[in-house]
């Protein structure tokens, strides 16, 4: 199918993108990188009468740490979190674990990571991540910019709490301190489909004890979760690491919190591969294992610079 017929406009400037938003009426729709809106204009479940093209827009090209956040401007491409080094500390490990995930390469050196907080699908690797951290997302109106919290911007799958008026201009992530080990664990049909189910995980620990836990939930609602209860029966609890390979006693504080995950904070949705019996049990299983790749990684770290002090 083709598109219905559209106007198309490329801003120069954030202003000039949001003036062009203004004229609700026609129902426009932003083109950041493509990968979703253009499937769906060919499929015509979204017939837009104008497309906002904001690639010519320099300012949201930039990626910066501000105040002990990582600002990542509406331009910045999922590619760019492909090597961990790409971000200070623990939160470029976690990105870079999860950007391989997303889609295949082609894909991710257009995709934005703004982009999908405005499309806003429950298996987004990027928007479980922010619910988790407690990211921000920087919205730009007629009346200035709205820090929306993503634990309050996601409504449903592709409803969030941004106007149609207003452009994401940044999405704003927490850094990691070193004492936080990361980890992220995904499954799905096919290296090229949307995950049926995967967790992102940040652990903070002093002297071996579990001091923050933070827990998101891809596909497992109909919107991004971040795993509170999970995370509560985590604090306190030791962080005690398995070799890889070995099955989690039922009584470990991670098969626990899986449990507890799958139970308490998803409310899964069911697909085609995937009922939601099915998806509890993964999620269990997958909280497990990702708490203990962010054990693992923790140890690794404080281990590597233990090595560099001496
Ligand atoms: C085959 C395939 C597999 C995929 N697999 C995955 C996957 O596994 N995981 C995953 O997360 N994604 C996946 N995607 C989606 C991909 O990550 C998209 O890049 C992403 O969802 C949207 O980013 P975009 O920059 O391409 O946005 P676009 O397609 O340009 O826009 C998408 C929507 O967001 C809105 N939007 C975009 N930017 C802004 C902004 N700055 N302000 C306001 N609204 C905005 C648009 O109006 C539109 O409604 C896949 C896509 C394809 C085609």
Redesign the pocket.
Same mark, same amino acid.
């Given at each position: 199918m083709k598109p219905a017929p559209f106007d198309y406009v490329a801003p120069r400037t954030v202003a000039e993108a949001v003036a062009a938003l203004g004229d609700t009426r026609r129902k426009a729709?932003?083109?950041?990188?493509?990968?979703?809106?253009?499937?769906?204009m060919h499929l015509q479940r979204?017939r837009p009468g104008l497309v906002v093209d904001?690639n010519r827009i320099p300012e949201?090209d930039r990626m910066s740490v501000e105040g002990g956040e990582l600002r990542v401007g509406?331009l910045i491409r999922?590619a760019a979190f492909e090597t961990a080094d790409a971000v200070p500390g623990p939160l470029g490990t976690l990105l870079s674990r999860a950007v391989v995930?997303?889609?295949?390469p082609p894909? @991710?050196s257009?995709?934005?990571l703004?982009?999908?907080?405005?499309?806003a699908?429950p298996?987004?690797?990027?928007?479980a991540i922010g619910v988790a951290l407690d990211a921000t997302v920087e919205?730009t109106g007629h009346d200035g910019v709205r820090a929306l919290a993503a634990g309050e911007y996601f409504l449903g799958p592709?409803r969030t709490a @941004?106007r149609p008026e207003?452009?994401?201009?940044a999405v704003r992530l927490p850094l990691l301190g070193e004492r936080t080990g990361v980890g992220f664990v995904e499954h @799905?049909r096919t290296h090229?489909?949307?995950?049926q189910v995967a967790v992102a995980a940040a652990l903070t620990v002093h002297d071996g004890v579990i001091g923050d836990a933070r827990i998101g939930l891809v596909n497992c609602a109909d919107r991004p979760v971040r795993a509170r209860a999970a995370e509560r029966t985590l604090l306190g609890a030791e962080c005690d690491a398995l070799p890889a390979g070995r099955r989690l006693p039922d009584d470990h504080p991670f098969a626990r919190a899986g449990r507890v995950a799958a139970v308490q904070d998803a409310a899964p949705v069911a697909e085609p591969y995937a009922d939601v019996e099915y998806k509890r049990q993964a999620i269990a299983v997958l909280v497990g294992r990702t708490l203990c790749e962010a054990a693992t990684d923790l140890r690794a770290r404080l281990a590597a610079r233990e090595r560099d002090d001496r």
């Open positions: 729709q932003v083109l950041a990188g493509g990968q979703s809106l253009i499937l769906e979204i904001i949201l509406a999922h995930n997303i889609a295949h894909i @991710r257009r995709g934005t703004a982009g999908s907080f405005g499309w699908h298996a987004s690797e990027w928007c919205v592709h @941004r207003e452009l994401i201009t @799905r090229f489909c949307f995950a």
